[in-house]
């Protein structure tokens, strides 16, 4: 608490200053003590704007930088429920600019984010929405991603919908064998 008082009387003390920088000052701070989450950002928080949106867990951003969603697996395009989870992850940040957290980078060089955009967590939103797994090798210890899909899949929300439905993992190892 003593620590959130003394920012608070620095950041004021910027702001009030008058000499035309507090506002930038105010701004980077303010910047690093607030995300999405409420957690407190650090420098592997990044931003860009989403050009590319493959399928509903892996979009580019203008500079080239391919992210894949953590945590979750949508269905392949060509699989069924796959051009509606690209659709509701196109709809909801396609040509905006998004905040993204890297987690790691997977074997095809993507980097795996947690993302957001104006605050909202975009992997969690998918889940929510039924347009992808929860990705439980990945993100075992993630209660709020496993929630979020057991509670669609339960509510035949989205692709949880069509009963026959099959996890995106089921549906490569099928496509190797043919």
Do not use: H
Not at 52 to 61: A, H, I, P, Q, R
Not at 158 to 164: A, L
């Amino acid at each position: 608490m003593k620590k959130i008082i003394a920012i608070s009387m620095i950041i004021l003390s910027l702001v009030s200053c008058g000499n035309g920088k507090g506002k930038d000052v105010f701004s980077n701070i303010s910047d690093k003590f607030s995300s999405a989450n409420g957690n407190i950002k650090n420098e592997s928080w990044k931003s860009g704007y989403v050009i590319k949106v493959y399928d509903g867990d892996t979009v580019t951003l203008e500079d080239k930088t391919r992210l894949r969603l953590y945590g979750i697996d949508a269905p392949e395009l060509k699989q069924r429920g796959g051009k509606f989870a690209r659709e509701l992850l196109y709809d909801k940040i396609f040509n905006k600019k998004i905040e993204y957290e890297v987690i790691s980078t997977d074997r095809y060089g993507r980097q795996v984010a947690k993302i957001y955009y104006k605050n909202e967590y975009i992997n969690l939103y998918m889940l929510q929405n039924g347009g992808a797994w929860w990705y439980e090798e990945y993100a075992k210890n993630d209660t709020d991603l496993k929630n979020a899909f057991e509670t669609a899949k339960r509510n035949r929300v989205g692709i949880f919908k069509d009963y026959n439905i099959k996890n995106p993992s089921e549906y490569r190892k099928e496509m190797k064998r043919k």
